[in-house]
């Protein structure tokens, strides 16, 4: 059957050397496109050939764009323009060989001795920018990367003083960009560590990342007061924010916590957040979630995701767990809304009226991704539970981290090598940092094999990675509570010694490793005391004179490390006190800080502490601790199902948690049933006692046969 509908006329062939007018009429033979002239075809090759430095085709490019180059400068009859740009290409593509340690390799011949070359171009480039007013922007350009080759040669007075310059030269005509990006490559200078890094050898990695003196943070943090003054007088709010986020930043990296709350208000008024603290989380209905702000703009939302981060850590790290969870589930809606996308490449920009776009290099979103499991498996301190919070998240977060190592990562086309090893860098951090949460969640629940297991394959990553250097303090500290909980002793002590000795004085893990060592010399001298059947006199110091000024010594280090360790010292300083009441006004503040931050596993222990006093003049209130508990003593260990093994059964293990807490409060348990003369509680007790007896003979009789892998040997 024919159609109806007409048949489509055929297009007319149009004749590829013609082209087309907007109006759609027919231009003449002879107005074709121009062939370019050799100068601009080679000045533009190195944006042509451009890839990302992950890329198979990298290392050619930066061949073909320098061989490009030095072609173009060997013209005649070069205009200013082009030569000027030939030269900035020129020292821009050699500081990419440079910074990524092309130049210091002997793979690579032809980079060799380029530093030369890039110091001539910058020189050229510079002498032809001032000559001409409109090459200006390529004099600020070249001023930028003269400091970043000055950096590298370790001249960083000489950077300073170049970028300090530049920032004084700027023409009120200068564009605004132009002007923030030069404060921004200030600000990065100052913040980053004054030491030789040799980038050839990787075997001289310290023992902690590298982090510039207190006097640069507080020239950073005047750098940045610079910035936000030059934004807010040009009305940049975008800008300002950026200041905001910067100070709160530098804060937090040089460990000034007392300026952290005010710097973190500012910063969460200028995007517009705020929360309200939590005790317990609210009920929901299914499907029901938060209402959190959302940020459309690029550069708001990469900005959001950095604050909620360190906003997160920092009342982690004080203890403030009502605090920290509200801006998590922000960070988590954040997360599950696809924030990430909006940046894949680690590249935003910051829009400006009458000016080109100001673009900043933020944390890649591959690190952000795997850094929020951290973020949150850290937070969430509470180790009781059949299905620990913290454990989820540590656990999802290697999940994720196995399955993203096989992904592509995605970078701009002007990042370089360094970049990408810095990020693998940080990965490979990361994976490690959830390693540790996972070992140190499993000696807190007596999970031995696992710990044991994760130890194995921390050790192997950090040595795979050649970050071990970084981590070694903690697997050795990782260690140390690992025999302190198998009733391994002289091992412990070893293990604490060498955590103290590799970590850097001062540092978080130097604290606890001090503090672990000294608490348990004392449960030795007491367990000594003990089976010498050897009574304190309530008069006196129970310890020697240089033992209680060490431990006072160690509680005053605890102090201003978080709120984990400032209950440790507290514990300290109760155990050493001959003062009833000094030693319980320690232990109600121990206990404070140890609620707040939601931490059950040493809350037990201060309960059991606080009950020990209470057990001979309070009966009543003793037996109220001592019941909390040993309900958290039995969760530092519940399992994942609720299935109960049979009364009958002779083989089915019983999970006990914490068995040698469990037994010391089973025994106190047995005595006050005693002295009420409640005689089926105490049969009752006695049995339950019988079983947690064994459990902890079974403990001391793994730790006896279990050598595991010295750390002292480890760090040879």
Not at 67 to 86: D, H, Q, T, V, Y
Not at 293 to 319: K, P, Q, R
Not at 458 to 478: G, K, N, Q, S
Not at 633 to 662: E, H, W
Request: hydrophobic share 40%; proline share 6%.
């Amino acid at each position: 059957m024919a159609s109806d509908k007409p048949r489509p006329s055929k297009r007319r062939k149009l004749d590829s050397s013609a082209l087309a007018e907007p109006d759609g009429g027919r231009l003449s033979e002879s107005a074709t496109l121009k062939p370019l002239s050799p100068a601009v075809l080679l000045v533009s090759l190195p944006g042509l050939l451009a890839h990302p430095p992950n890329h198979k085709y990298y290392i050619p490019s930066l061949v073909l764009s320098l061989a490009a180059l030095r072609k173009c400068l060997k013209l005649s009859g070069l205009s200013p323009e082009i030569e000027c740009r030939a030269w900035t290409g020129l020292a821009e593509i050699g500081m990419k060989v440079i910074s990524g340690g092309l130049s210091q390799s002997e793979d690579y011949p032809w980079a060799k001795g380029i530093e030369g070359e890039v110091e001539k171009a910058m020189s050229k480039g510079s002498i032809i920018a001032q000559k001409h007013p409109s090459l200006r922007p390529y004099k600020l350009h070249l001023a930028l990367l003269q400091a970043q080759l000055s950096q590298w040669q370790h001249k960083f007075k000489f950077a300073r003083t170049q970028l300090r310059k530049l920032l004084s030269s700027f023409a009120p005509n200068d564009p605004p960009y132009t002007i923030y990006s030069v404060h921004l490559a200030y600000i990065n200078l100052l913040v980053s560590p004054s030491s030789p890094n040799n980038i050839a050898s990787s075997s001289s990695t310290p023992s902690s990342p590298p982090v510039a003196g207190s006097q640069d943070m507080h020239a950073a943090l005047s750098a940045v007061d610079d910035l936000a003054s030059a934004a807010n007088s040009k009305g940049h709010k975008h800008m300002v924010l950026l200041s905001r986020v910067l100070h709160l930043r530098i804060l937090v990296a040089a460990n000034m916590w007392a300026d952290v709350p005010e710097a973190l208000k500012t910063a969460e008024q200028a995007l517009g957040l705020s929360y309200q603290a939590s005790a317990t989380p609210k009920p929901r209905r299914p499907g029901e979630q938060d209402q959190f702000i959302s940020f459309e703009d690029n550069f708001e939302a990469a900005m959001a995701v950095h604050l909620l981060m360190m906003s997160v850590v920092f009342f982690t790290h004080v203890g403030n767990a009502e605090e920290a969870s509200p801006r998590l589930a922000h960070l988590h809606a954040l997360m599950d809304s696809g924030v990430l996308d909006k940046f894949p490449d680690g590249m935003v920009e910051i829009p400006l009226p009458n000016s080109a776009p100001v673009v900043l290099h933020v944390t890649h979103p591959r690190v952000l991704f795997l850094l929020t499991f951290l973020v949150s498996s850290t937070s969430k301190r509470d180790a009781v539970g059949r299905k620990p919070k913290r454990k989820v998240f540590a656990q999802a977060g290697l999940d994720a981290w196995e399955n993203e190592s096989a992904r592509d990562i995605s970078f701009a086309l002007w990042a370089g090598i360094g970049d990408v090893e810095e990020v693998e860098q940080r990965l490979a951090r990361i994976r490690a940092d959830l390693l540790c949460e996972l070992i140190a969640l499993s000696i807190m629940r007596s999970e031995f094999d696992v710990a044991e297991k994760n130890l194995d394959i921390l050790v192997a990553h950090t040595r795979t990675y050649d970050i071990f250097p970084l981590f070694a303090a903690r697997i050795a500290l990782h260690h140390g509570h690992l025999a302190h909980a198998l009733g391994q002793s002289v091992r412990a002590s070893q293990c604490y010694n060498a955590a103290a000795g590799n970590a850097e004085p001062g540092s978080f893990v130097h604290a606890a490793a001090l503090a672990s060592s000294f608490a348990l010399r004392l449960g030795l001298m007491q367990r000594e005391h003990s089976a010498q059947g050897e009574d304190q006199e309530e008069s006196g110091l129970p310890y020697e004179r240089d033992i209680v000024d060490e431990g006072i010594h160690i509680a005053q280090a605890c102090k201003g490390m978080g709120g984990t360790l400032e209950a440790v010292g507290q514990v300290l300083l109760a155990c050493l006190t001959p003062e009833i009441l000094v030693a319980k006004q320690h232990l109600k503040q121990a206990l404070s800080l140890a609620t707040k931050a939601r931490d059950n596993h040493l809350r037990a222990l201060i309960l059991a502490l606080i009950a020990s006093h209470y057990f001979h003049t309070a009966s009543d209130h003793a037996l109220e601790m001592l019941q909390t508990c040993e309900q958290l003593a039995a969760g530092l260990g519940a399992p994942v199902d609720k299935s109960k093994p049979r009364p009958d059964s002779t083989d089915a293990a019983i999970p006990v948690g914490n068995a040698p807490l469990s037994l010391w409060v089973g025994e106190r348990f047995l005595e006050l049933f005693r002295r009420a003369g409640k005689e089926a509680r105490v049969q009752k007790q006695l049995a339950h006692n019988k079983l947690l007896a064994k459990a902890v003979e079974d403990l001391v009789r793994r730790g006896t046969r279990t050598g595991g892998q010295d750390p002292l040997n480890t760090m040879s």
